[in-house]
């Protein structure tokens, strides 16, 4: 782990629609890749290539960037036994790290149970999205879900602000815990303060904030200037969590138009991200994990491509080793899954290494036994 | 009509439905208690809104071979008059549980969520042996997998574990590895025709079949009985053991009375109360295992009756008990997609529970993220003096007099809510706010506005998570 003055801080972007991992990070000089994808290929003059094999979608260049300086670790061929076809199963899994059963607990959740376990700080994580993923559920652990951080809150719907105002104070006074009204009352009393607490303390960071850099107008680059915005207001925040509204990567069609688009604005925030802190001088606390809950068909469909397996994810910042990790899944026909990517390496490696040598958690009871780690964090 | 009638009929309206307004509250406990029991236990008026093809001809984004299915389950729990048929087909969705993230077919999903609307008030066997021929249920636990030389457990032990008797009760184990077994040996051969997922050629309805050649017909031993049983043999076994009485009757405690354990802890954890369980246990076995006869000597107990608020609202009461409150959504528009995702965001997705578990109940419905997400939904709500549900309220408390006092406004608005009760000290708070903001005459232009107030700051009330 690098000497960091911080706490370090894990920011999780998920990619929702599964992304086509043979058009993300591309074998642009395999033949079998030509013969796969007549319409859908990316030519080797347009690859951002990190070698003579393989390279970054065009639209990636923020990304390939910090690549090329180094910080962007690249998980190849990333799955898991018996890969699920279907989005929410699929999402499921990466979000329980359980692929066999479904559960209930998050692996994050897990995780945040353990970075405080006595509930000092009711930011310890926070959501940017509309509802909680699962990844973040755990009994007894609080997350603050947001949806826009310069309007959050309870009764945000009552009008002028002195009304909201005497509301909220009536609120936290019926919150108030009573003796002798039993554990259910008590925790519902806990969770409306934590709430109202949350919220007041989550509404100062757009206001302590300033910087040069302009995200863009999605509400993934809005997700992520909240996100800036709290890892910057030091609420000890340790997990920030956001991602793209579900479906957004799923290309059945018209693949050679959404993709670049899509690719285009999400690196672009990512950078903007990374920009930003910098500039605040907080680059080094923090590593990002980029993810998406399968790969898609090897043989695309005309113009997009179908659900399929074997995937790839990213992990970004500067305490990561750049390079390659696990293998390019082979694409001789004979060598795919059923028409799929082959996944090789278990998407539980990338967890265990981001929890154990980067958060500095016991790895293996948030995810139920050992999983070979990765040597991607300095 | 005395308060306390019309109470009652809010508490029964709120578990043996999703909530009603207060008009209707006063119709039906002018009709009478029992009267109205009877009715949602034989409903005669059909009325429910809108049938699904109707519906796909007013929202344009509806299409049941696609997607939609959830939607429409959702807006007909709105609009239905058999509110307690829509009440107790989510009770078995969350119990005889299937989930579109696998099944993948809402064609299919639909005609069990209709199969569990006109059976689930029937005779439980019966129900039971719908569902081990349910397509959506076949796929679901992977029946059509179970072969007559490789059987496929999945379906054999759900349906003991989590559909009929649990794991065990009273700390002992109510069946075997043995057992299960034996059961899934017995369903061998019941499968589909027009195997479930959509791709690559398009979604088709999934119908059961019954493959001879592929069941096991061979002796079984199953619960200490012996003989060549097949599915329905099963079925009539577990129908008459006492686990299966009480698993039912502890769910139906659970969904109707108070919050009770959850069900991966019933083999050790005694019921909330015995009492109440054994009456229901005993109708369940007298009447034959007719679920409408549980739940008419439920809803006329005293237990029921003084049952008040010991509930937390689950997401999906929560969101619909609220629409019909403020009579949102009564006929087709554009945008319901946002309304629906609200239960979602709340923990609760119609065709997607978590597990074949089900949801977990009670304070699990709470956490930081779904409370302020429940809380601003229903504020935002009963906020909004459009709605005619609110402009009801409003008007129905100015034609009581051209002054109201602190204590009339906040005791008329939880009156209008379904006579929603709060500790002292949160009456008391109230009132006092009430006064500060200094209302007084109803013909006011403010009164509207002091209204929609005072609802919102009930309902953001820890009472008011309860039912």
New interface residues.
Partial sequence: MTSNKKDPVLVVLQMTGAYDALNTFIPYSDPHYVDYRPNLQIGPDEVLAVDDKVGFHPSMGPIKDMYDQGKVAVLQGIGYPNPNR????SL?IWHTAEPE????EGWLGKAIRDLDPNKEN?LTAV?FG???P?AL?A?G?????VGDITN???????EGED?RG??LD??A???AP?IGSGP??D???Q??L??LK??DILTTAPQKYSSSVEYGGSPFAQWLKSIAQVHLADFGTRVLYTGVNPGTFDTHANENITLPKLWGDVTNAIGDFYQDLKEHNANEEVVMLLFTEFGRRVQENGSGT??GSGGVAFVMGDAVKGGLYGEYPSLEPEKLDSGDLHWNNDFRSTYATLLEQWMGLDANPILGETYEQFDFIK | MANHDIALMGHLMRRAGFGAQYHELEARAAKGYEETVEELLNPTDETHGMDLDLGERYFMEWNHFIRCVPEYTAFRMINSKNQLQEKMMLFWHGILCT????T?SYVTSNAELEMLRQDGMGNFRDLLVKISKDPAMIYFLDNCLSHKDAINENYGRELLELFSMGVGMDGQFNYTEDDVKECARAFTGWTIANGIPG??YGRYPSTFIFNPDDHDDGEKTFLGRTGNFNGEDVIDIICEQPATARFISRHIYDYFVA?EAQVPSWMDTPPRDPETIKVLEDEYFRSNYDIRSMLRVLFNSDVFKNARFAR?KGPIETVIGTLRLVGEWTTPKPGFEAIF?EM??MGQEIL?P???EGW?T???W????????R??FV??HV?DVRYPGIQDIIKNLASQGVTISAEGLVEGCLRHLGHYEL?E??HR??VE?AH??GVSSTDSREFPQQVS?ML??IV???EY?YA
């Fill in positions: 279907s989005h929410f199963r499921d059963k479904t559960i209930s009711i959501n509309r509802g909680l699962r559920a009994p652990v609080s997350v603050a879900s959050y809150g309870v009764l945000t719907g009552i009304q005497d509301a009536i609120f006074r019926m919150y009573m259910v009352s925790y519902l009393s969770t409306g934590d709430a949350g919220a179908d659900h | 989930a579109d993230s696998k993948q791709q690559p919050d937390i995702e979602k965001h997607n978590p597990s074949v977990h009670g304070k699990e709470i956490d930081g993220g779904t409370l302020v997400r809380i601003n504020a935002d906020g500790t000290e949160n708070m109230l706010h500060q903001s107030e919102q700051m953001s009330t820890k998570l």
